[in-house]
């Protein structure tokens, strides 16, 4: 047990203040702990967010000594016992109360995703799919909407990029849904304009900032920005996919496979 | 009471963010000027101990060799140019130096490479210089206004654009990858005729310095993001056909492989390329002896 400091963001979206704070930790508790129990003896009315306490449902993202983290998966015996932690709302949304942010935004982000879309037949088939073909799209469905990556994008963050760019979660979901195999839908152009995904400059804080571990830059958005350069920027695939893509699907999928179908 | 955003500024981030920034910008830098100065010297970048036959050290900064000034110390002989002696049209050139004809190739590269980009829009335009910090005002918000493709930066503040502005020329990359595959195949050719002098097959330490360039090299151009791309990441089912996919997919997992280590293998083949220059230019100017098996 150590009495330790802190300073928590008090206030609405227009003004607050960092209100300081002492509190007991005993061994094991998160910062998430720490806010609960300010809450229960000095502050009844901090208003804050949580559900799992496990990092599994995302609600308690925060930001920690300047840092975009879940509250409950961060635990005290990272900080020297002297420090003082300054405890502030995600920078990038409006603030409720306190140290709770209106997220909404990103969800509209989510809307404007062109939904799943196979084929006709396929549903009535049934999606059979292979283990490898499961493996890549996998990864981005860890993904538990804490919201981190959206506040720690610089795009979003500082550079009022809100208008143009839907943000890094919204890229993974992008990416999720242009390698399903069993998807028929093509958002190419639309992760061009609508979803911007040139405002990314690849600079990879989302991917630091993921607490389930998503390569976020290398694994969607880089394969993303890949796809964008085969449509609207290489002379040569743009020829190559008038001479052979099929016209179902103008996906840029094919074009190593078709090139080799021809003499197949 | 305080206004909000006076409050939550990116000055609340307290450890040592600036490091790795300024990590970054020193070693880009040193790279640079060491490759600028090795690039104009035009000599000493080629060792064989005074011996004509098959066989030598030859700097990689200077590989392939489009022309060769043979008046110049520490030069191939003649059968190593590719078009000859140095022509008059080209006599402005600084140090009559074969470099700056090639290296336009590995610099396009490395410039609009995925991993140096993240690096130099970090450690050079500052936005964002770390996450969670703030575009760094001032002087360098110009400059990074630029680098960060905004056309109008001097007229209308300091716009972001991303890569959609003047940074859209990055989308070149795949075209500089071609050219950085073909460069392994030459440096590899190099590095066998490391193995040889006067035609004598032998060894010596360049043997290894020039053997270890084109291998460091290599994981660093194939783990490539437009590589991965190509050769298989541009499919969205890896089991769709018989066989075709298949090896798509065996050569995405490689090259996804390497990917994930594109980082570290950027900066060794970076500092290895700068090193093996050296190495090559001590040994040509007798400053150091290298140790072999021809005995010289
Ligand atoms: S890599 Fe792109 S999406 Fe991710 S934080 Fe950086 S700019 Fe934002
Ligand atoms: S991608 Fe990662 S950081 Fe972003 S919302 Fe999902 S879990 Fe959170
Ligand atoms: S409370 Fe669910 S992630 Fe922290
Ligand atoms: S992404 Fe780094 S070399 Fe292509």
Known sequence: MSLRNFKIYRGDDERGELVSYQCEVS????????????QADQANDLACRWNCKAGKCGSCSIEINGKPRLGCMTRMNEFEE?????????????????????????????????????????KKKGFVMMQKDV????????????????????????????ENFSGPRYMARLASLEMHPMDRADRIGDIKDKHGSGMCNITRCCTEVCPEGIQITDDAIIPLKERVVDRYYDPVMMLFRKIFSKKERDKTKSKVSSFLKMFF | M?????????????????????????????????????????????WSGGNEGFGGYLSPFYSPTVYIDPTKPGVPPMYHSLLGSWPEWLSWLPGQSPAWLIL??????????????????????????????????????????????????????????GERGLLIFQN???????????????????????????????????????????????????????????????LDCYSCSLYKDKVNHSSWKIVSFLNRRHQTFAWLSLVWVGLSDVYVRLVSMGIINDINTWGL
């Not at chain 1, 942010?101 to 995703?113: A, G």
């Not at chain 2, 991993?115 to 990074?144: D, E, H, T």
């Open chain 2, 172 to 234: 070149i990359h795949r075209y500089a990858m071609y050219f950085a595959v073909i460069f392994i195949f030459i440096l590899s050719y190099d590095a066998f005729l490391a193995f040889f002098n006067d035609g004598r097959l032998g060894f010596g330490v360049g043997t290894f310095v020039l053997t270890l360039n084109p291998i460091l090299l290599g994981c660093y151009t194939f783990g490539c993001h437009s590589i991965r791309h190509l050769v298989g990441g541009d």
């Open chain 2, 104 to 161: 336009i190739f590995p610099l396009s590269f490395r410039f609009t490479c995925y991993y140096y980009r993240k690096a130099y829009y970090r450690a050079f335009s500052l936005n964002p210089p770390a996450c969670a910090v703030q575009p760094i005002q001032g002087i360098p918000s110009k400059v990074s206004a630029i680098t960060n493709g905004n056309i109008n930066a001097f007229n209308s503040g300091n716009k972001y654009d």
């Open chain 1, 82 to 122: 002297d420090q003082t932690l300054t405890i502030t709302p995600l920078k990038s949304f409006p603030v409720i109360r306190d140290i709770v942010t209106d997220v909404s935004w990103n969800y509209k982000q989510n809307e404007e995703i062109t939904p799943f879309s196979p084929s006709e037949e396929d």
């Open chain 1, 27 to 38: 061994e094991g508790m998160v910062v998430l702990d720490v806010i609960h129990r300010i």
């Open chain 1, 135 to 162: 493996e890549r799209v996998q990864e981005f469905r860890k993904c538990i909407e804490c919201n981190l990556c959206q506040n720690m994008c610089h795009v979003i963050r500082d550079n009022e990029g809100k």
């Open chain 2, 2 to 46: 305080l206004l909000k955003k006076n409050l939550l500024t990116d000055k609340l981030r307290e450890d040592k963010w600036w490091i790795s920034p300024m990590l970054v910008l020193f070693g880009l830098l040193s790279f640079v000027i060491y490759s600028t100065w090795a690039a104009w010297q035009g000599e000493h970048f080629w």
